[in-house]
Structures are given as structure tokens and as C-alpha cells.
């Protein structure tokens, strides 16, 4: 049965692939987002990918924060559900400027979730993070490991924003929440059209990777490589930005089906390290990727993969992509877009 969403973020990188895979599927879509991190630019793009005219989405240029905003747009239109990506994800900045992320956040939602319940909306899916479970006890991780201590304020408001959601819907059974806790995503569209557009030097090991293969960058380096792993680089669940897109369109049904409260990971289940990437990027682009070891990131952990198999028996949802099309479609976006939607 058709929804209507709104998607908050998207226009970013993972709201963008999430809007193409909502309209594929027969839903309709309205966005805001404040372009603190992206373009419209992938908005008219995902529109074209999924049929429609340019500007065949309705966009709104809104900040969460703007409570008077939101309330035209909830006067406006009845939504089914939200999903709500908007947020700032910059692990780093994060710390240098932690009360900007606390308010934009955290402030953001609340004002956001308060908007909803006025206006009878009570259904949201929430970008949460594998960041939540700190460094695990085990791997891989299921949604019963506890949630851990985390090492930056992003990391906390993930986890905060997670308990407020928990709470709100304990007190009020109305709510339906979903909690989709996302390892790492990377790729892009396989028809090159949208990606991930990282502003000034990414933070994240793919983009820098495709970075460094179209010669913006001399070398990549490899943030440590005596980890208690099997050849000491770190080892993370890469997920294809488009299986994960689809997990939400999965997630809509949990939400219609009265879920009440619900948390999934979505990942593979399996673990690459570092070089294990670099090797397949270069498998996959034909390019060589130079790297030097350098020391570890603080607050970076030896091995983080989930246990995915809740989502697929409760959502029957299941990563379909390999690291080989993730580093295929990371690259194509890159070379065709060397300058991603241009400046931002
Ligand atoms: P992104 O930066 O590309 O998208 C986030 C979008 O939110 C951007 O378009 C930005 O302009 C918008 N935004 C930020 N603050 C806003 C505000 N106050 N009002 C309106 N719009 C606002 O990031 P992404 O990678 O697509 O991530 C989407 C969500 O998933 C984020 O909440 C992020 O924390 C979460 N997440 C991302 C990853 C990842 O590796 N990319 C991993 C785990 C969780
Ligand atoms: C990071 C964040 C996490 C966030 C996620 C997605 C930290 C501690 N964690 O996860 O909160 O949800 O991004 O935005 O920052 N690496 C290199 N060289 C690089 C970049 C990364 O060797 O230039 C390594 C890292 O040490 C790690 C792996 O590559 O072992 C993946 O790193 P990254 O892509 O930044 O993701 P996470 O650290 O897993």
C-alpha cells in the first residue's frame, strides 16, 4: 500500500538513494533538508532515476530546528510516516563543536517529534549508527549487545536521540519507532547519477580511497596496522548505500504493521579490513592506490560487524551487493562526478 513520507536529509547521501528506492516502490516522497551538507542538485537527480521530472519531488528548504516551518508543512500535508536523516555526522568536528551537534541533533528532533504528535503523525524510521555499541564485547553484533560508551558527542547523539525515542514510545504506545542502526555505508547508484558528496577532506575510508584514485589526494593513510586482527587494519561492515535504502523501504512495512518499538541492524554480516578494501577498490577500478601506515585514530576500534539476520527475518530484508559492486559503483560515481554536485 502506498505511503506518503517525508524524508528529513534528504538530499544527503543516504536520504538521496533512499528517495529513488521509496518512488521505485510506489511511495511518495516529500524532502527537507537546510543544504548544510548537500545539493538539490541530487534531489532533480533522484527524481529523473526514479521516473519523475526534474523537480517531480516537492523540496522543502527547512531547517528541523524551525518549529514554525515544520508546522506549515504538517498543516499542509498528512504523513504516513517520517524518515528522518537529517543530522550532522562529522565524527571530528563533533568534538571541536559539540554543542552544534547537541542542538542541531538533538534540538532538531525533539522539534521534529513534537511537530509529528501535534499533528497525529506518530510513525518515524531514525538513522541510528553501529557507533551506539561502543567498542563490542563480540562480534558479530546483534541488536541484544549492549549498547556501549561512545567516544565523541555524534557517537552520544545517536545514543541519546535512540533513548528519547524508546521513551517516548513507552509512554505513548501510539508511537511506532523504527531504529535502524546502519554499519558502514558505502557505494553509490550504479548508474552513476547520485553519490556521496564529503565536503572539504573526507573522514571516511572510501571516499578518501576514490579521492586518492583520481589523483585529489597522493596516498591514503592507513590508520593503524597492529589491530588483534588478521592483518592488523581495522575491520568494519561496508553496506552498500542502496541495500541499505532498501532497508527503509522494508522498514515502512514494520512501521504499518504497528511494530511499536523495533531495532535492526543493517549490515552484510561481514567483515573487510582496511587493505582487504584498498585490494578490491583497485581490483575493481583498475587503478593502483597508494597508502602509507600511519599510527591509530583515536577512538577508532579493532572490529566492528553485525549480525543482520533480525531484519531479514522480521523485514525480509537482506544486502544483496558485495564489496566488489560497492567499490564498482564508489568508483564510477567518483570518476563521472569528479567534483561531486560541485561546491557545495
Ligand atoms: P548527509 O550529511 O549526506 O545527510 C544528512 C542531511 O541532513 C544533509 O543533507 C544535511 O544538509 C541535512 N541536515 C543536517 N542538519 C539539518 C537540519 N538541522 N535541518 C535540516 N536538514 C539538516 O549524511 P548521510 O551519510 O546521508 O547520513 C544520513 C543519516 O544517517 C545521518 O543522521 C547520519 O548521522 C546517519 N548515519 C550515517 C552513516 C554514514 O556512514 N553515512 C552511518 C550511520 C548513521
Ligand atoms: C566512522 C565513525 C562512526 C560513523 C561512521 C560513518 C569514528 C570513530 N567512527 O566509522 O561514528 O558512524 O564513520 O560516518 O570516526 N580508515 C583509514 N584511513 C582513512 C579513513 C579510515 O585507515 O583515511 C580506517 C579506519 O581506521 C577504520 C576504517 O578505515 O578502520 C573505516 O573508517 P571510517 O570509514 O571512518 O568508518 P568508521 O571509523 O567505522
Known amino acids: 500500500m502506498k505511503m506518503r513520507i517525508l ?26 533538508d537546510n543544504l548544510s551538507n548537500s545539493s538539490e542538485e541530487a534531489l532533480r537527480r533522484a527524481a529523473l532515476l526514479a521516473g519523475r521530472d526534474a523537480d517531480g519531488i516537492p523540496f522543502h528548504r527547512a531547517d528541523i530546528r524551525d518549529r514554525a516551518v515544520l508546522e506549515q508543512i504538517f498543516s499542509h500535508q498528512r504523513f504516513d510516516a ?35 504528535r501535534r499533528h497525529g503523525c506518530k510513525n518515524i524510521i531514525f538513522s541510528s549508527s553501529a557507533t551506539v555499541y561502543g567498542d563490542p564485547a563480540e562480534v558479530p553484533i546483534t541488536e541484544n549487545c549492549p549498547k556501549g560508551s561512545c567516544t565523541n558527542p555524534y557517537g552520544w547523539t545517536k ?57 585529489k589526494r597522493p596516498e591514503l593513510g592507513v590508520f593503524g596496522n597492529d589491530y588483534d586482527t588478521p592483518d592488523g587494519t581495522g575491520v568494519r561492515d561496508y553496506i552498500h548505500v542502496v541495500d541499505l535504502a532498501k532497508g527503509h523501504v522494508s522498514a515502512l512495512e514494520a512501521l504499518r504493521n504497528g511494530c511499536g518499538l523495533a531495532v535492526y541492524n543493517l549490515g552484510t554480516g561481514r567483515g573487510y579490513s582496511v587493505l582487504e578494501v584498498v585490494h578490491a577498490f583497485e581490483k575493481a577500478s583498475g587503478i593502483k592506490v597508494p597508502y602509507a601506515i600511519k599510527p591509530r585514530r583515536s577512538g577508532d576500534i579493532a572490529c566492528c560487524y553485525s549480525d543482520p539476520s533480525k531484519a531479514e527475518r522480521e523485514l525480509g530484508w537482506k544486502a544483496q551487493y558485495g564489496l566488489e559492486e560497492m567499490c564498482r559503483d564508489s568508483w564510477n560515481w567518483q570518476r563521472n562526478n569528479p567534483e561531486g554536485y560541485g561546491e557545495l
Not at 524524508?7 to 527537507?32: D, K, Q, R
Not at 559539540?98 to 542541531?104: C, G, L, M
Open 82 to 116: 517520517v524518515i528522518h536523516f537529517a543530522g550532522l555526522k562529522a565524527v571530528g568536528e563533533s568534538t571541536e563543536k559539540p554543542w552544534e551537534y547537541y542542538d542541531n541533533n538533538i534540538t532538531g528532533t525533539l522539534t521534529l517529534l513534537d511537530v509529528m
Open 159 to 215: 545514543s541519546m536521540l535512540e533513548q528519547i525515542l524508546t521513551d517516548m514510545q513507552k509512554a505513548d504506545p501510539e508511537w511506532n519507532v523504527v531504529l535502524l542502526r546502519y554499519f558502514n555505508p558505502i557505494g553509490a547508484h550504479p548508474s552513476g547519477r547520485i553519490g556521496e558528496n564529503p565536503n572539504g577532506i573526507p573522514n571516511n575510508l572510501m571516499p578518501y580511497i576514490t579521492q586518492v584514485a583520481i589523483g
Open 7 to 32: 524524508v528529513t536529509g534528504g538530499t544527503g547521501f543516504i536520504g538521496s538513494h533512499t528517495v529513488v528506492e521509496l518512488l521505485c516502490a510506489g511511495h511518495e516522497a516529500e524532502v527537507l
